[in-house]
């Protein structure tokens, strides 16, 4: 039996060949012999230098030890398009705008046997959540969780079928095809060629549908459009602007040495996280200002994960590590940006999330407008007016369990105990966080008999010297509970779901849905009117962030 070995395959868009596809920055070594390389195929090899382990000098270790990352690129031309082969960690080196993204995930949805899949990593961009999950056994998609409402998928790894099982044994697909296959180097042509005949075929809806709610937008006006869009919100450094590393990353692998920092306008300190606010930091250090930023810079500044000798382990551009979600005028539809890359969301989806929770808006009259910058003043205000509670903080969980706030403000309308959550601004991880509260506190109000207790505990704690305290807690005995969402904003509230970023809506669609028919609890959101002065102006320029780890090192820009 031949021997399988695994590699990546990535395949370079129209117009992207060898000599166009790499950084000019590159460290590659080009023209090297080499006897058995593919027809037409271009080889760049990595040799990097030796140099000692870091536990070397660690220990005193007496004896001569070295360490050296090699690896291939290898462009290989097919039917007008070109692969590029990569061995090693050197796939970095390509431009990030020169190869297909969803390449390797339709390639793999395409061959792999539905019934065989042992892996999967998902991003839920609401909460900029990265999760990988694996099976022991081979099994069905649906026992991996994956939630194609609120997920995205980003890599699947199954067996494939057995009309591909002569060339590819496992494959793992995200933006390049990862393959184990027992080929020889005079066959990697027909198999890349195979490959790119898969990647046009669309019959994986058959197999896995409704996977892909999400399409990328190709339209050049559109991404023009959407860029526009990009570039005016970074400027005012709105909420709703994450920067995250575009990739799982291998925390068991040298996780404590591991840091981040950022080039592309001179040096910068490293950091022990990723955060936009370190990137901002990193601009008004080096005399750039956020206000006057562009898509182009965006794109040429590098967010760099770097080891305890400054050497890079990875390096992306910014505009790839960006999530951010909008529309644009006159569209329905939804878009967000990820990777680099813009997707819209199926139209009648958008559709329809609107038309299920327009239902459950509500005016929030009952609710003063909100003239504070922090909510825990909002709900110290409001928790003082007649037959309010502010219950901001406090805990009904069991002792030494994981803390559950019941909500942030109680009160009584209608016989009900109401528990209101609320929360400031309309930003996408924020509002998850805040919906997911809402289910969570009724869930163990409902499923754990001394949770109400632990409520009414608190509420008399809080209104110890007032008369609307039994009506208050008569509400909690009868276990009728109501939830309300109330987000402050100064956002028209006739927009109502619409209002909510996209992922915010999905969430919170999902536990209206798990309030309601699960646990048999009215819900509703509203608006509460941000009235608050406007803060003081940022100054125009900051001091560099002191860095959180133990070292400090610089890059190149």
């Excluded at 290989?76 to 050197?90: K, T």
């Excluded at 890359?341 to 808006?361: A, C």
Aim: glycine letters at 6%; one cysteine or more.
């Amino acid at each position: 039996m031949a021997r399988s070995r695994a590699f990546s395959i990535f395949l370079l868009k129209d117009g992207f060949d060898a000599t166009t596809a790499l950084k000019d920055d590159n460290p590659l070594i080009e023209s090297v012999p080499a006897s058995n390389l593919p027809v037409g195929a271009t080889l760049f090899v990595l040799d990097g230098p030796a140099r000692p382990p870091w536990w070397k000098s660690y220990f005193g270790v007496q004896r001569e030890l070295f360490q050296a990352s090699k690896g291939a690129l290898v462009f290989v031309p097919i039917a007008g398009r070109v692969c590029v082969l990569a061995f090693g960690h050197v796939s970095h080196n390509l431009r990030d705008e020169s190869y297909e993204y969803d390449f390797g995930i339709k390639v793999t949805l395409n061959c792999v046997d539905p019934q065989k899949l042992k892996n999967t990593d998902t991003l839920e961009p609401g909460s900029a959540r990265r999760q990988r999950t694996q099976h022991a056994i081979e099994t069905e998609l649906t026992y991996f969780d994956f939630d194609q409402d609120s997920s995205v998928l980003k890599s699947i790894t199954g067996k494939v079928k057995d009309e591909y099982a002569d060339v590819v044994k496992h494959a793992t697909g995200a933006s390049s095809l990862r393959v184990s296959t027992p080929v020889t180097s005079a066959d990697l042509t027909d198999l890349c060629e195979r490959m790119l005949v898969l990647y046009a075929d669309e019959s994986y809806m058959e197999s896995f549908p409704d996977i892909q709610k999400i399409v990328p937008v190709r339209d050049p006006a559109h991404v023009s459009a959407l860029n526009r869009q990009l570039q005016q919100q970074i400027r005012v450094q709105a909420d709703n602007i994450y920067l995250a590393v575009p990739d799982m990353i291998d925390y068991g692998h040298d996780s404590d040495s591991m840091y981040a920092t950022f080039s592309g306008c001179g040096g910068g300190d490293l950091c022990s996280d990723v955060a936009i606010e370190h990137y901002y930091d990193y601009l008004a250090a080096n005399g750039v200002a956020v206000s006057a930023l562009t898509v182009e810079q965006l794109k040429a500044h590098r967010l760099h994960l770097v080891n305890e000798h400054g050497d890079a382990r990875d390096s992306h551009p910014v505009f790839k590590s960006l999530l951010f979600d909008t529309s644009l005028p006159g569209s329905d539809a939804a878009f967000y940006l990820n990777e680099g890359n813009w997707y819209e969301v199926d139209r009648d989806y958008v559709n329809r999330l609107r038309t299920r929770l327009d239902p459950f808006w509500s005016e929030l009259a009952f609710l003063d407008d909100c003239k504070h910058h922090l909510e825990a003043d909002y709900n110290e205000e409001i928790g003082t007016k007649a037959g309010f509670v502010c219950l901001d903080k406090t805990n009904v969980s069991r002792k030494g369990q994981t803390q559950i706030e019941p909500c942030d403000v109680f009160t009584v309308i209608g016989g009900h105990a109401v528990l209101i959550h609320v929360k400031i601004s309309t930003a996408s991880s924020q509002l998850s966080h805040l919906f997911n509260q809402g289910a969570n506190s009724v869930e163990l109000l409902k499923s754990d008999d001394d949770a109400p207790g632990r409520l009414i505990k608190c509420l008399r704690e809080k209104r110890k010297s007032t008369d609307d305290i039994d009506a208050l807690v008569a509400s909690v005995e009868d276990g009728d509970y109501e939830v309300v969402f109330a987000i402050i904003t100064a956002k028209d509230p006739d927009w109502k779901a619409l209002n909510l970023p996209l992922f915010s809506r999905i969430s919170l669609a999902r536990n209206v849905r798990v309030l309601r028919r699960v646990m048999g609890v009215p819900v509703s959101f509203g608006f509460v009117k941000d009235v608050s002065p406007p803060q003081p102006p940022k100054p125009k320029t900051k001091k560099p962030a002191k860095p959180r780890a133990s070292k400090k090192g610089t890059l190149k820009p």
